[in-house]
């Protein structure tokens, strides 16, 4: 199966910037979409960046003009850049991939384990 790593979290002063990184290891057939998910203090995980390969990108309302996701266009991997981070990004980040295994079945949807990033003062 194929696996997510994750690396970039830690702690971060509000306003400040962090990039995290996720890259796949492990065979993939061909992907449908990659991005970054979040889940904060007392919420639902939502998510906060996709990229859709030969697609849109998209971004929470909550992020928008702040964050920015990137395809690494050599292999199956992204990053989110985050700048001006606030309190309110305080969550665990989770790297997201929808990928096909093979012809004629449906994508499926592998994630990472999660990464925190902590935005305090």
């Known amino acids: 199966q194929v696996q997510l790593v994750e690396s970039g979290g830690g702690l971060v002063q509000p306003g400040g910037s962090l990039t995290l990184s996720c890259a796949a290891r492990g065979t993939v057939f061909s992907v449908y979409g990659m991005g970054w998910y979040r889940q904060g203090p007392g919420t639902q995980r939502e998510m906060v960046a996709e990229?859709?390969?030969?697609?849109?990108?998209k971004y929470a309302d909550s992020v928008k003009g702040r964050f920015s996701v990137l395809r690494d266009t050599t292999k199956t991997a992204v990053s989110l850049q985050m700048n001006n981070l606030k309190p309110d990004d305080t969550a665990v980040y989770y790297c997201?991939?929808?990928?096909?295994?093979?012809?004629?079945?449906?994508?499926?949807?592998?994630w990472g384990p999660g990464t925190q990033v902590t935005v305090s003062s």
């Open positions: 990229v859709i390969w030969g697609g849109p990108t």
């Open positions: 997201h991939l929808e990928h096909y295994t093979g012809l004629g079945v449906p994508p499926i949807d592998s």
